[in-house]
């Protein structure tokens, strides 16, 4: 079975191809525009047109949310701190990492995990009263 990562770049330019996975390699580094469309024999105003054809993406908005995404995973299943979870995932300022968070799931990082915990508690209850 191929990856998210893999089935996403199948089918489109390679050069495109080439910056996903620049993208999802450097998750946690500070990426520029500039340095990926080096990376590809491309201007940055090129790349950031083949790419927003390409994925219907910025090349920026596309890090953005694999960011939070890895963001979402990190803290529904690991005990790292609201700032660790930050740091690993690129975040050049935990603030901004809080509010693009919020603005995308809804609820802060520690209310998100706090509902996870609160979910996951009332399953286990469930299970241990039907037994």
Known sequence: ??????????????????????????MADQISISALSKNVNLTP?????????????????????????????????????????A??????DVSHFVRDFKTRYGSTPSEFRALLQASAERGKRRRTTCE
Request: glycine share 4%; proline share 1%.
């Open 87 to 92: 740091v690993l995932t690129g975040a050049s």
């Open 45 to 85: 105003a090129r790349l950031r047109e083949l790419f927003k054809k390409e994925t219907g993406r910025s090349p920026m908005q596309y890090l953005k949310d694999l960011r939070l995404r890895e963001a979402e995973k990190l803290i529904g299943s690991t005990f790292l701190s609201i700032k660790e979870v």
């Open 1 to 26: 079975m191929l990856s998210r990562c893999q089935n996403e770049v199948l089918h489109i330019d390679a050069r495109v191809t080439a910056v996903i996975v620049m993208l999802h390699r450097m």
